[in-house]
């Protein structure tokens, strides 16, 4: 089992950067990734890392702009996020594939352990 729990999460102004953080404990997955779902919309893949940092993925609306990373020594996951847009307003989510899986996905329903979000708001 994974418990994960997000946090740093608030209100910005377009432009502004902001760090969201994710504590994970138990026996912590190799695959660690953000998703974010905002108001009626599915929730949608981010960002993803394996357990070195070595391999990372992003989806192409925040590859410019957002950074994932890991610090395996305190089990933090963080999302660096820049040059925020209105857009980019949602909840976001910490979540984890399976403990044995090593191979990146980008649907939410790859992963099994997923963390009670962060409400990031960007006001124009």
């Known amino acids: 089992q994974v418990q994960l729990a997000e946090s740093g999460g608030g209100s910005v102004q377009a432009g502004d950067p902001l760090r969201i953080s994710c504590a994970a404990s138990?026996?912590?997955?190799?695959?660690i990734a953000w998703f974010r779902q905002s108001r009626g919309k599915e929730r949608e893949f981010v960002s993803a890392i394996n357990w070195s940092g070595s391999s990372i993925y992003n989806t192409d609306a925040v590859k410019e702009r957002f950074t994932i990373s890991r610090d395996n020594t305190k089990n933090m996951i963080y999302l660096q996020m820049s040059s925020l847009q209105p857009e980019d307003s949602a909840v976001y989510y910490c979540a984890a594939r399976g403990t044995a899986v090593t191979v990146f996905a980008r649907t939410p329903r790859q992963y099994i352990f997923w963390g009670q979000g962060t409400q990031v708001t960007v006001s124009s």
């Open positions: 138990g026996r912590i997955s190799d695959i």
